[in-house]
């Protein structure tokens, strides 16, 4: 009979703790409420998105993509946006894709397949190697003001490998590759993110982390990120339906933006406008350090 307790009292337990992990990667995934419009701007926000734009490569016309991209930024009055996976294709060299956007972002730079477009002076970019030597990531700098910067890590962390599993007439071979392709890619982001974390935790001044993590939230390179002090974007204001990738169902969040103490995030959002498989983050801050100074 005891035995017996025991045993219902564990499976309860079991299907507790299953319930409430549930539970919690659901809100990670999906945050109460709907976005609803923009907020009116304030003075001193800064609005920040990021976006894999997959090559430009929507309709396989990179100009169309350049060109709705730019009208997207404006239409949400976006102040950064941060690019992952750009490349001038054969239908747009890097001057005609530049020409798109100057006429009201006025600081463009390129780095590999990283892009920064920004109505601010970008008074450095440069790209640093992980501490693995796996990839790199950029390291920027945005001058708001004479007395006001913002640094910004834009990242792409190695993919998980996971469209290789699509398809039904997968040979078993190909099959046990791609599963040790997934784990040492998991491997490899791990190390990425530990390596972004701790950079992050040198700076003394606002920073934002920002790109394409292909991690879900609560993963080990999620949470190597914000262990080192960083605040997810979408956890703290964003509303609705939370995922970034619209391929596999549309089901996951692999695209984020983090933010450290010096700032503090008054609005994030997830905006599908088709442009890419990935959908734009956007986030707006203000500096927390001149609000308790005002304070």
Not at 175 to 190: A, E, H, K, P, V
């Amino acid at each position: 009979m005891k035995k017996r307790i025991f045993l219902s009292i564990l499976i309860l337990l079991i299907a507790a703790s299953g319930a409430l992990t549930l539970t919690h990667y659901f809100l990670a995934m999906n945050r109460p409420g709907q976005p609803g419009p923009f907020p009116e701007r304030k003075e001193g926000d800064l609005r920040i998105a990021t976006l894999n734009i997959n090559w430009l490569s929507f309709n396989h016309d990179p100009a169309y993509t350049s060109a709705r991209l730019a009208s997207i930024m404006k239409e949400y009055d976006i102040d950064v946006v941060l690019l992952q996976e750009y490349r001038a294709h054969w239908k747009l060299n890097e001057y005609e894709f530049i020409s798109i956007f100057s006429s009201d972002y006025s600081y463009i730079s390129i780095q590999d397949e990283c892009v920064c477009i920004s109505k601010y002076p970008v008074v450095a970019h440069k790209r640093v190697k992980y501490d693995d030597l796996s990839d790199s990531f950029s390291d920027m700098e945005i001058l708001l003001s004479d007395s006001q910067r913002v640094r910004i890590f834009a990242a792409h962390l190695i993919t998980t490998g996971v469209n290789n599993f699509r398809g039904a007439d997968q040979e078993a071979v190909s099959s046990i590759g791609s599963i040790r392709t997934f784990i040492n890619n998991t491997r490899i982001r791990n190390n990425q993110a530990v390596s972004l974390s701790r950079r992050a935790s040198e700076v003394q001044s606002p920073l934002v982390i920002a790109g394409d993590f292909n991690c879900i939230p609560y993963a080990t390179a999620y949470r190597k990120i914000t262990r080192a002090g960083l605040k997810d974007c979408f956890m703290v204001q964003g509303h609705g339906k939370g995922s970034t990738y619209r391929n596999l169902k549309d089901l996951f969040r692999i695209d984020f933006i983090f933010y450290n103490r010096h700032l503090e995030c008054t609005d994030c959002r997830i905006v599908d406008e088709g442009i890419s498989d990935h959908k734009m983050v956007v986030s707006t801050f203000i500096n927390a350090d001149a609000q308790s100074e005002e304070q």
